[in-house]
């Protein structure tokens, strides 16, 4: 088992919000869960909270608590996954009506005071745009891997050119694209890489979700019934 130091620490980003970083970082999270790694969650979409809310179908959520020796944030333990997200200390209807310093600050602590233990991966939700959660979390905070998410749309690639761009002046690596809500289908349920995306990066496309049906999508975020014969078996491992 690895510890906090070797554990692998992946942001999962793209630029455009609504993309699908949110559903994919669990569905990763399931994916390396099921082959017996042990997966932390950190949330740091400030703004907009979605993961927890993703994970736990219902509004079952206890409030953040901190241990009394160490002083550090007891994360929560959701499915087998250990998660940490400022939604744990907002009330669901309350916005962060916190400028950048502010939500850099709140990030770093997540990250750096959660009594994560030991995890093999730390799986880290960005939010939408380039602005100060991505120079936290991969300068100061010096996470060195991203997966990069795309659809084939014209505002979403011209946002990941500019993640990219971002990436590349901090000297980061990115580890490839997952192509998501694709309509391309050479048969019926084969989505295949988009022939743009391909062309207009120099990431390796990893793999290609199929847009499903809302409800269907909801229900494999967590359970990958469907979804799980995209993803290669050797990913990420
Ligand atoms: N492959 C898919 N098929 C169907 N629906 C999808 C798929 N991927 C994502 N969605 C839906 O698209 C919406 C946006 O997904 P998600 O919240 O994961 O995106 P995001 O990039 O994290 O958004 P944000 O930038 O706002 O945080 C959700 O309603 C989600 O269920
Ligand atoms: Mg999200």
Request: net charge neutral; with cysteine; aromatic share 8%.
């Amino acid at each position: 088992m690895l510890t906090f130091k070797s554990m692998e620490k992946i942001a999962i980003a793209s630029g455009k919000g609504g993309v699908g970083k949110t559903s994919l970082t669990l569905i990763i999270a399931n994916f390396l869960k099921n082959k017996g790694y042990k997966v932390g969650l950190l949330d740091a979409d400030i703004h907009g909270p979605n993961l927890v809310q993703l994970l736990v179908s219902n509004d079952d959520v206890s409030s953040s608590k901190s241990d009394k020796g160490t002083n550090q944030l007891v994360p929560q333990i959701i499915n087998n996954f250990v998660v940490n997200s400022i939604d744990f200390s907002m009330s669901k209807k309350e916005a962060t009506i916190w400028r950048g310093p502010l939500v850099s600050k709140v990030i770093k602590h997540l990250y750096l005071n959660t009594k994560w233990g030991q995890l093999d991966y730390l799986l880290i939700d960005m939010p939408p745009g380039t602005g100060d959660a991505y120079l936290t979390i991969l300068d100061t905070l010096e996470i060195d891997k991203i997966l990069l998410v795309a659809v084939e749309d014209d505002f979403c690639i011209s946002n990941l050119h500019k993640t990219c761009s971002l990436i590349n002046k901090l000297n980061k690596q990115s580890l490839g694209i997952i192509e998501n809500l694709s309509e391309n289908f050479s048969v019926p349920s084969s989505p295949v890489i988009s022939k743009r995306i391909k062309n207009e990066f120099d990431d390796e496309i990893l793999f290609v979700l199929p847009r499903l049906p809302r409800k269907i999508f909801y229900q494999e975020v967590n359970n990958l019934d469907k979804l799980r014969r995209y993803i290669p078996e050797n990913f990420l491992i």
